[in-house]
């Protein structure tokens, strides 16, 4: 008797545009494509873990109705110098669908990955909390405080597999299904007309709020911004010149891993106009992963069966 081949599913890194990850996967269970194994980076491991845990329905509710208001509310910023934003309210939202499920006891096998700020070694989560390992590799460095798990501090795996097929082959996949978010993403983000890392409208409310008397008055040690000056004046900040950078980062990684390790089916959604932050923008987000899905499905079908 033939012997059943396991299908691996791996979701790469990618922010906001983590959203079509739900969009790949009701696309492959509407055509009967059985997961076997799952894999994730950063919001990849976000969705991954949902998916593994049973509840992806609920944060799929959740991204289709979430607009800035929510942004603001579940983005708990933080003083602290290790990054902009703390991610407890996130991690609050999956502990209350889950509470402190280990990922030995989910129904199907999962990994995520993250990186050892201090080493610069790839962390592989195969067992443990699985809320530690969704903090951890979404720790997107310079936005997410990092991660203290022991003696060690965790980032965004992305900075070293962004798409971890390898770790999907090492957890015993026959066939892997690979998802990359960033594919035409940086040739996107360079063009001077193209559109800005994060949204303007975001930008917008965040020199108000700089530019504020509460600001001035309970921290003089910041300086508040010209009056007069305008958002497409201005140079890039902090946070578009991180993100920038990481995207070329993550390209060029994503670039050389495959060339060692391809997948044997590529989903590229076509996301480009999706910014950082947009994660309001889930319902178009959702349909271009499930469209992209459903373009290269003749593959899949021809691959799995």
């Known amino acids: ?16 545009r983590g959203w079509s990850h739900i969009g790949v996967i009701k696309c492959l269970q509407e055509e009967g494509i059985p997961i076997d194994i799952v894999c994730g980076c950063s919001m990849g491991a976000v969705v991954g873990g949902a998916y593994a845990a049973g509840i992806l329905d609920a944060l799929e509710e959740l991204a289709r109705e979430f607009s800035w208001f929510d942004f603001l509310k579940y983005m708990d910023v933080s003083l602290s110098r290790r990054g902009l ?56 460095p310079g936005l997410f405080t990092p991660f203290q798990k022991g003696s060690q501090w965790l980032i965004d795996g992305g900075l070293v597999n962004p798409v971890p097929v390898s770790l999907c082959r090492t957890m015993g996949a026959d066939i892997v299904i690979a998802v990359n978010l960033n594919d035409g993403i940086l040739e996107k983000n360079v063009s001077k007309k193209s559109n ?14 700089l530019k504020s008397d509460f600001i001035s ?16 004046a201005r140079t890039p900040n902090m946070i ?31 996301l480009s106009d999706i910014s950082l932050l ?3 923008r889930a319902k178009e987000t959702i349909q271009k992963g499930w469209h992209s899905t459903k373009n290269v499905m003749p593959e899949i079908l021809e691959k799995t069966t």
Not at 217 to 227: R, T
């Open 1 to 16: 008797m033939k012997k059943k081949k396991r299908i691996g599913l791996v979701l790469g890194s990618g922010s906001a």
């Open 278 to 280: 947009e994660f309001n």
């Open 85 to 140: 934003i703390e991610g407890d309210r996130i991690t609050e939202f999956f502990r209350n669908k889950i509470s402190n499920i280990s990922i030995e006891d989910l129904p199907l096998p999962y990994g995520a990955v993250a990186v050892d700020l201090h080493t610069g070694k790839e962390v592989n989560f195969r067992r443990g909390p699985l809320l530690d390992a969704l903090r951890a590799s979404f720790a997107l």
């Open 196 to 209: 800005p890392i994060v949204n303007p409208v975001f930008q917008e409310k965040l020199l108000d709020v």
């Open 217 to 232: 008055s309970n921290f003089p040690f910041l300086k508040k911004p010209d009056q007069h000056e305008t958002i497409a």
């Open 240 to 270: 578009d010149v991180i993100m920038r950078s990481i995207y070329i980062m993550q390209d060029r990684i994503t670039r050389q891993r495959m060339l060692v390790d391809p997948p044997d089916v590529l989903i590229s959604p076509k």
